[in-house]
């Protein structure tokens, strides 16, 4: 075995790790918010691993300009769809109060007139 191999498998092992953990933790947490929590960060991670290691492999490939894509890409628009997805949970009084240490969107006035305290 040489080197680029030895380091693909562990790029791909840590991203198939993580993405593991984050998907016991979408099972797990008790709210919208922490299974957000879950499903963005250690999945977004455990993507990039996979791909890096992908890249790693198929370096010199046509294939690796699509990897990249693929990985901007969730960069890009896995932060949008967390605050959007934290957002609706908030608007639909799906969160836990008793989670929550301090209530930002209820001090920019984005509270809804008829959620519960």
């Given at each position: ?16 790790t ?57 960069i ?16 639909e ?22 959620r519960?305290?």
């Open positions: 075995m040489n080197i680029p191999d030895i380091i693909t498998g562990v790029l791909i092992l840590g991203g198939s993580l993405a593991l953990t984050a998907a016991i933790g979408i099972v797990r947490f008790p709210d919208t918010l922490s299974r957000m929590h879950a499903a963005t960060k250690p999945q977004v991670l455990g993507l990039l691993l996979v791909i890096a290691g992908a890249m790693i492999r198929l370096r010199g490939n046509a294939d690796v300009g699509m990897l990249v894509l693929a990985g901007v890409f969730t890009i628009t896995a932060p949008v769809i967390a605050n959007r997805v934290g957002q609706l949970a908030y608007r009084q799906n969160i836990r109060d008793d989670l929550l240490t301090r209530d930002e969107m209820a001090e920019l006035g984005e509270t809804d007139p008829h519960r305290r």
